[in-house]
């Protein structure tokens, strides 16, 4: 009778503990597992806010573009002068393939040149005014999708 009331006992308590510690286990996948899932809808609500505006959508096509962008709008932001040599430093593609880019966002009209006030023979790159409206609307909508998600 001891026996039987000491061995259920402990299977009891024995039983409670693996319990409490997979559910905590559990808990903490579950966890995990909704992070990643607000992590992804919050990907997949920047895809498709992308693909809805046309400027952006060209600009990220290519990786390099959209580092050269953003390293634009981030001087500008910070009030930093950046050149084509800064640029073609900080994207790491070949100095052909960055002039390339460069030109062909001038003529799109979401970067432009201006020399440099100090050296003349230096051109600042600055993000055009259509190109920082797109940026603030972006952003504005990345702040707001990630207050939602509530990362």
Same mark, same amino acid.
């Given at each position: 009778?001891?026996? @039987?009331?000491?061995?259920?006992?402990? !299977?009891?308590?024995? #039983?409670?503990?693996?319990?409490?510690?997979?559910?905590?286990?559990?808990?903490?996948?579950?966890?995990? @597992?909704?992070?990643?899932?607000?992590?992804?809808?919050?990907?997949?609500?920047?895809?498709?806010?992308?693909?809805?505006?046309?400027?952006?959508?060209?600009?990220?096509?290519?990786?390099?573009?959209?580092?050269?962008?953003?390293?634009?709008?981030?001087?500008?932001?910070?009030?930093?002068? #950046?050149?084509?040599?800064?640029?073609?430093?900080?994207?790491?593609?070949?100095?052909?393939? =960055?002039?390339?880019?460069?030109?062909?966002?001038?003529?799109?009209?979401?970067?432009?040149?201006?020399?440099?006030?100090?050296?003349?023979?230096?051109?600042?790159? !600055?993000?055009?005014?259509?190109? !920082?409206?797109?940026? =603030?609307?972006?952003?504005?909508?990345?702040?707001?999708?990630?207050?939602?998600?509530?990362?």
């Amino acid at each position: 009778m001891v026996n @039987k009331i000491i061995k259920g006992n402990f !299977l009891k308590k024995k #039983i409670k503990s693996e319990i409490e510690e997979f559910d905590f286990i559990e808990l903490d996948k579950k966890i995990k @597992k909704i992070d990643s899932i607000k992590v992804i809808n919050l990907i997949m609500s920047y895809v498709d806010y992308r693909d809805n505006n046309k400027m952006l959508k060209y600009v990220s096509r290519n990786i390099s573009i959209w580092k050269l962008c953003l390293l634009v709008v981030k001087n500008y932001v910070s009030s930093k002068q #950046i050149s084509e040599k800064e640029i073609i430093s900080n994207i790491n593609c070949s100095v052909m393939t =960055a002039n390339t880019y460069i030109k062909e966002l001038i003529e799109i009209g979401i970067i432009y040149q201006e020399p440099d006030p100090l050296d003349k023979r230096k051109k600042n790159i !600055l993000p055009s005014n259509i190109f !920082l409206n797109e940026m =603030a609307n972006f952003i504005e909508y990345l702040k707001k999708k990630i207050t939602e998600v509530g990362i």
